[in-house]
């Protein structure tokens, strides 16, 4: 496949360290190559691969060397580098050192039929591992590695890995394909079809083209709902705002594309959960950018309503049967154990512990699972909190009478947090459909009352005011032509924000006016400049609809003042999966350019702080008169 031979001592290290692999003669992507091939049909589906004289220095000077994976027609390349080190001369990583990937095109999409001299590389790489990829996969049958070091020398130990070639039937999607149509399909439930399947971007696991859209359609019957969950999906990375993102999967809780939508997925995600609230369910796939992730797999189910959930009325009467084994006093229990909730069922209830308000008894164990749909989430508030305490220094929770709170993260049932001892807890939010609780009552004393809470499943992320919009799982707008002044409050407020949420708040002012926001209240967990290396939750003001560059601001501010550019401001909101705050709360006034010019503005420190000055009193007090006057 390739002219041109390498050193004589490279070429015998390269045959010690790769197994099972011939090198070629003929056409390739640079005449001069030498090639280096791997490929099934000898029978091995697996085997390692790396660079010259690994785990020593590669040489400088390393013209082209192939590595051609070649699989059997109905088969994937795998590559998956368990060490990586390319010495990263240029930020691109054209030039100097840098391994280049050529991917085929051909049956699963656009593109050439395979590769050749005439094949454009899909990607680029150098550096240590963290810029190395989790894995390659190729478009078909064919992949190919083109390795070249500069004249450089380096310490740079090279490259390892594994190669597999996988049968790319396991990844087809089960439903039927719509005709003279590339990605779009239609999943309905059938009595003579299974209930549940899968379904994936196109050319998944490799990366999916430039330039699509793609749309799966769920029908399920009458008495049915669906339920869908991404498991893996790897668009971009990053935590940017889906505003920002190109590429985006959009959930409709319907059958049209003006249906509400249920979620936005545009970074990546593990595990996430969505339950329809009718028979009908829109994923609707596009795909704008020029840098391709992998794409996303997901699974899909058609439910029957459940059965088994249960409103307050009947839980009462299973008191007994609930919690049985902890004595005869426990029948008349006002309250249960190991319940669901459901929305079906009911949009809000009250929950309270065994017996309260009297005490509940020692060895009490209580699970309640609380099940939402559509857009909605779940809330609960605490009215009462009165746990038996074993020391009054509390240090951990888990030698004492607690309530744990689950949520479901990356997939699975991850702890929230835990409360114990008599301080209320805050009002907590779920981050999708289910949330669950756990009571664990193994002490008692007379006076543990246990707790009272309410909960309610809730459209709105309890925010009350603004027009929520149905483009968005979680959006507001606030018009000065409707409200010239109000607040602004992050979700669940003043309670813990859920995580994995995005919200946005969009202001629209007149032609002369201009938005002023107030923050009373901020707390976002994360550090300057509140990014995803450091885990950050953030909150983002920009003029624009579209916007990645400004600034983001998370930690805890005493006070912070954000003025827009023009008559409009877009506030973004956006949390991970690992910590909560809680939020924000802001005034906002919209004021014409003239009231703008009068007022005396605050100094502002680095992290967007008031500097402490003797002017913060005059500059209320001048606020203040703003506020009155409009």
């Known amino acids: 496949m390739c002219d041109g ?14 197994s099972l692999h011939t090198v070629d003669e003929g056409l390739a992507i640079n005449p001069s190559c030498t090639c280096i091939r791997f490929t099934s049909t000898y029978g091995k589906e697996r085997g390692t691969f790396s660079s010259p004289d690994y785990p020593r220095p590669y040489p400088p000077r390393v013209d082209c060397l192939l590595y051609t994976f070649h699989a059997a027609p109905h088969e994937i390349v795998e590559l998956i580098f368990t060490d990586f080190d390319i010495y990263k001369e240029h930020l691109e990583c054209t030039r100097g050192d840098y391994l280049r ?14 590769v050749n001299e005439y094949s454009a590389w899909s990607r680029s790489m150098c550096g240590n591992r963290a810029d190395a990829p989790p894995a390659l996969y190729s478009h078909g049958p064919l992949l190919v590695l083109e390795f070249h070091s500069g004249t450089k020398s380096s310490n740079a130990s090279g490259f390892v890995g594994t190669y597999r070639f996988i049968d790319r039937r396991n990844f087809e999607t089960d439903g039927i394909k719509m005709p003279d149509t590339w990605c779009d399909y239609v999943f309905s439930s059938q009595p003579n079809r299974p209930a549940h399947g899968r379904l994936y971007s196109p050319r998944y696991p490799s990366s999916y083209p430039s330039n699509i859209r793609c749309t799966y359609h769920f029908n399920a019957r009458q008495s049915e709902r669906i339920k869908l969950v991404f498991q893996e999906s790897f668009l971009q990375k990053g935590d940017e705002s889906c505003l920002n993102r190109a590429d985006i999967i959009k959930v409709f809780d319907g059958r049209q ?3 509400p939508v249920l979620a936005l997925i545009c970074n990546e995600v593990v595990g996430y959960e969505i339950l329809s609230s009718g028979s009908d369910l829109l994923v609707q796939f596009t795909a704008n950018s020029n840098t391709p992730g992998q794409g996303f797999k997901a699974s899909y189910q058609f439910q029957m309503d459940d059965p088994s959930s249960t409103d307050s009325d009947s839980k009462k009467s299973n008191a007994a049967e609930a919690i049985s084994g902890l004595g005869p006093a426990v029948s008349a229990a006002t309250s249960t154990c190991d319940q669901v909730f459901s929305s079906d069922k009911s949009k809000s209830g009250k929950l309270t512990s065994p017996l ?24 609960l508030v ?6 038996q305490r074993t020391t009054e220094n509390i240090i951990d929770c888990e030698s004492m009478d607690s309530l744990d709170v689950f949520l479901y993260v990356d997939g699975r049932l991850e702890k929230m947090a835990s409360y114990c001892g008599d301080e209320t807890p805050k009002p907590i939010m779920s981050n999708g459909p289910k949330l669950s609780i756990e009571f664990r009552g193994m002490f008692s004393s007379r006076r543990s009352r246990g707790f009272k809470l309410s909960y309610s499943f809730v459209e709105g992320y309890g925010i009350t005011n603004g027009n929520q919009l149905l483009e968005f799982p979680c959006a507001f707008v606030y018009n000065s032509s409707e409200r010239l002044r109000g607040v602004l409050v992050s979700p669940n407020y003043p309670g813990l924000y859920p995580r994995d949420t995005e919200c946005n708040y969009f202001l629209y002012g007149n032609e002369n006016e201009k938005i002023h926001l107030h923050f009373t209240h901020f707390d976002v967990e994360g550090v300057l400049p509140c990014e995803a290396i450091s885990a950050s939750d953030y909150v983002q003001f920009s003029s624009q609809m579209i916007d990645s560059e400004s600034r983001r601001h998370c930690g805890q501010h005493r006070e912070l003042h954000v003025t827009s550019d023009k008559n409009f401001l877009r506030v973004t909101f956006k949390s991970n999966d690992r910590l909560d705050g809680t939020g924000f709360k802001a005034d906002y006034i919209f004021l014409r350019d003239s009231e703008m010019h009068s007022m005396i503005m605050p100094d502002t420190d680095e992290s ?22 409009r």
Request: aromatic letters at 10%.
């Open 101 to 114: 990937v050529y991917s085929e095109g051909g049956t699963h999409g656009p593109g050439p039929p395979g």
């Open 608 to 629: 967007g702080s008031w500097s402490r000055s003797t002017n913060a009193a005059l500059v209320i007090c001048v606020l203040g008169v703003v506020f009155a006057v």
């Open 382 to 387: 605490f009215e009462d909190f009165s746990l």
């Open 5 to 18: 031979i390498m050193k004589t001592s490279t070429a015998l290290i390269l045959m010690l360290h790769l």
């Open 356 to 379: 309260y308000p009297a005490p509940y008894l020692q060895k009490t164990q209580c699970h309640y699972d609380f099940l939402a749909r559509g857009r909605e989430r779940v809330r």
């Open 257 to 259: 594309s003006t249906a």
